[in-house]
């Protein structure tokens, strides 16, 4: 979850005929089964082995490095992560401050060097990232216009962090300006795309994502980057509601991948997949692992959260929320944190995750950042539900995404404006208008809308698409789902909803 302004809005797109799936359904599970046979057999080859080996020495104490391999190793890790930031490839948090204190003192003492300041922006863009330092958007973007401007226009490392930054800004049309010019500058150059597929999904132009996801994987990459075009394809195939074939590709990707950062990215990526479809022991079997890889990712700590939470194992939830925000204080994670509180009936703490969130997004918009998503969201369940409609409505004039359409139908909801809220609730869960994905929140939305409308037949039937979907949706609104829906007779749809 998630200032307003004056840039220019942009319609929706209107959607051609989904293409068919890739043809891979049939043999995921099969190739499941094989790869989980094969490591049954090696792990009982590697005991039975062990079993009979004696015990090995103890090995000697390596010896220290001495300086020139302490340079190389230094200079290795440098340019893993400037390869990394350049490509837009998870790296990890040490390596990110080296890095930036590498260049910055680069461009010191060589301040016309532009691929410098290429490099410095799109590390600041990560590190912002990783760490919620919003400062580091101006500084990124300072950096990054400085080496436009010392190399001219057609600088694509330049141009690419600068569409980076207006993602991670939540600005989908200047993502989607900087990303095409990149993309004219260098067409072979595949990090331009992955900016690119946010963009246009940001905008709600599927059609383009899709065109920009078929350019991208038609394109000949080298083992190092595949994996990260395999986690793109997974987003990509979860927007359109293919989760075997999202799930085939994030798991490719994971067991592909190059350092344990990225590892551990891909592995929160198939967590939150696990989640979405209410498995919460496969979800926290993911976030853990992902954790383990890299104790900085937040988002896999507030991923524990969430499915801890969904267990029953409030405690440890809780602290796992704390450990998120610890990381990396998002309004966010704030947001999902106070409404856990609020389930428990911990009214003050979650007045206080609320207040932090609400500072969060100061500190946000001060950087740049369009937070009227989160605001507008906060506002329709917690504050100010006529405040929520035109930060909302707002939004949705600028970039009509379909997470957006959800959250401006439920703010409309909320303000009781039934009506208009089941136009935009539809566009959010009706494959034909929106995206596709399949979201267990986005059929509750439908679900309260259609009761309050009298639509009792539909109503009932997205609620339990819901509760289906994922049981543990929200730890505050699933009471409500099951009052409805018990209410409502909980009667057996006369069809089997798509699965």
């Given at each position: 979850?998630?200032?307003?302004?004056?840039?220019?809005?942009?319609?929706?797109?209107?959607?051609?005929?989904?293409?068919?799936?890739?043809?891979?359904?049939?043999?995921?599970?099969?190739?499941?089964?094989?790869?989980?046979?094969?490591?049954?057999?090696?792990?009982?080859?590697?005991?039975?082995?062990?079993?009979?080996?004696?015990?090995?020495?103890?090995?000697?104490?390596?010896?220290?490095?001495?300086?020139?391999?302490?340079?190389?190793?230094?200079?290795?890790?440098?340019?893993?992560?400037?390869?990394?930031?350049?490509?837009?490839?998870?790296?990890?948090?040490?390596?990110?401050?080296?890095?930036?204190?590498?260049?910055?003192?680069?461009?010191?003492?060589?301040?016309?060097?532009?691929?410098?300041?290429?490099?410095?922006?799109?590390?600041?863009?990560?590190?912002?990232?990783?760490?919620?330092?919003?400062?580091?958007?101006?500084?990124?973007?300072?950096?990054?216009?400085?080496?436009?401007?010392?190399?001219?226009?057609?600088?694509?490392?330049?141009?690419?962090?600068?569409?980076?930054?207006?993602?991670?800004?939540?600005?989908?049309?200047?993502?989607?300006?900087?990303?095409?010019?990149?993309?004219k500058a260098a067409p072979k150059r595949w990090s331009a795309y992955p900016v690119l597929i946010d963009a246009y999904n940001g905008l709600g132009d599927y059609k383009a994502a899709r065109s920009a996801l078929d350019k991208l994987m038609a394109l000949k990459v080298g083992a190092d980057v595949k994996p990260a075009v395999m986690a793109r394809a997974s987003a990509v195939y979860r927007d359109r509601g293919w989760r075997e074939d999202a799930v085939a590709q994030v798991t490719d990707a994971e067991a592909a991948a190059r350092t344990p950062p990225e590892q551990a990215a891909y592995l929160c990526q198939a967590g939150q997949l696990a989640w979405e479809r209410g498995d919460r022991e496969d979800a926290l079997r993911h976030?853990?692992?992902?954790?383990?890889?890299?104790?900085?990712?937040?988002?896999?700590?507030?991923?524990?959260?969430?499915?801890?939470?969904?267990?029953?194992?409030?405690?440890?939830?809780?602290?796992?929320?704390?450990?998120?925000?610890?990381?990396?204080?998002?309004?966010?994670?704030?947001?999902?944190?106070?409404?856990?509180?609020?389930?428990?009936?911990?009214?003050?703490?979650?007045?206080?995750?609320?207040?932090?969130?609400?500072?969060?997004?100061?500190?946000?918009?001060?950087?740049?950042?369009?937070?009227?998503?989160?605001?507008?969201?906060?506002?329709?369940?917690?504050?100010?539900?006529?405040?929520?409609?035109?930060?909302?409505?707002?939004?949705?004039?600028?970039?009509?995404?379909?997470?957006?359409?959800?959250?401006?139908?439920?703010?409309?909801?909320?303000?009781?404006?039934?009506?208009?809220?089941?136009?935009?609730?539809?566009?959010?869960?009706?494959?034909?208008?929106?995206?596709?994905?399949?979201?267990?929140?986005?059929?509750?939305?439908?679900?309260?809308?259609?009761?309050?409308?009298?639509?009792?037949?539909?109503?009932?039937?997205?609620?339990?698409?819901?509760?289906?979907?994922?049981?543990?949706?929200?730890?505050?609104?699933?009471?409500?789902?099951?009052?409805?829906?018990?209410?409502?007779?909980?009667?057996?749809?006369?069809?089997?909803?798509?699965?």
């Amino acid at each position: 979850m998630c200032a307003l302004d004056n840039r220019p809005s942009r319609p929706a797109t209107s959607l051609l005929p989904e293409p068919a799936p890739p043809r891979r359904r049939g043999r995921v599970l099969l190739r499941l089964l094989i790869v989980a046979l094969a490591g049954g057999v090696a792990a009982g080859g590697t005991l039975m082995l062990r079993a009979h080996e004696p015990h090995p020495a103890a090995p000697a104490p390596a010896p220290a490095a001495g300086p020139r391999a302490q340079t190389a190793a230094r200079a290795a890790a440098l340019a893993a992560a400037q390869t990394a930031v350049l490509h837009g490839l998870p790296a990890a948090l040490p390596d990110l401050t080296t890095l930036i204190g590498a260049r910055e003192a680069r461009v010191r003492a060589q301040p016309k060097d532009a691929g410098a300041w290429a490099v410095l922006g799109a590390a600041y863009v990560e590190r912002a990232r990783r760490t919620a330092d919003t400062g580091d958007y101006p500084r990124a973007e300072r950096a990054l216009q400085t080496s436009l401007k010392v190399a001219g226009k057609n600088n694509t490392e330049a141009l690419s962090g600068l569409a980076g930054l207006a993602v991670a800004r939540r600005d989908f049309p200047g993502a989607r300006r900087f990303g095409e010019e990149a993309l004219k500058a260098a067409p072979k150059r595949w990090s331009a795309y992955p900016v690119l597929i946010d963009a246009y999904n940001g905008l709600g132009d599927y059609k383009a994502a899709r065109s920009a996801l078929d350019k991208l994987m038609a394109l000949k990459v080298g083992a190092d980057v595949k994996p990260a075009v395999m986690a793109r394809a997974s987003a990509v195939y979860r927007d359109r509601g293919w989760r075997e074939d999202a799930v085939a590709q994030v798991t490719d990707a994971e067991a592909a991948a190059r350092t344990p950062p990225e590892q551990a990215a891909y592995l929160c990526q198939a967590g939150q997949l696990a989640w979405e479809r209410g498995d919460r022991e496969d979800a926290l079997r993911h976030f853990t692992a992902a954790v383990r890889l890299d104790p900085d990712l937040s988002a896999a700590r507030a991923g524990q959260g969430r499915a801890l939470a969904a267990l029953g194992r409030a405690q440890e939830a809780l602290t796992a929320y704390q450990g998120a925000l610890a990381h990396r204080p998002t309004p966010q994670v704030a947001l999902e944190f106070g409404e856990l509180y609020e389930s428990l009936g911990m009214g003050q703490q979650a007045e206080a995750q609320y207040e932090l969130m609400r500072t969060q997004v100061r500190r946000e918009l001060e950087s740049g950042v369009d937070d009227d998503l989160v605001i507008g969201q906060y506002e329709a369940d917690h504050g100010d539900v006529q405040e929520a409609v035109e930060r909302l409505t707002a939004e949705w004039e600028r970039q009509p995404g379909i997470e957006v359409a959800d959250s401006l139908g439920w703010a409309l909801h909320r303000a009781g404006d039934d009506k208009e809220a089941l136009r935009y609730a539809s566009i959010a869960t009706d494959s034909t208008k929106g995206g596709g994905v399949r979201s267990a929140l986005y059929a509750f939305h439908r679900g309260m809308i259609e009761r309050d409308l009298d639509l009792e037949a539909p109503a009932r039937r997205h609620l339990q698409d819901a509760l289906r979907t994922n049981p543990y949706f929200s730890p505050l609104q699933i009471p409500a789902a099951h009052a409805a829906l018990t209410a409502l007779g909980n009667q057996p749809p006369n069809e089997e909803l798509p699965q």
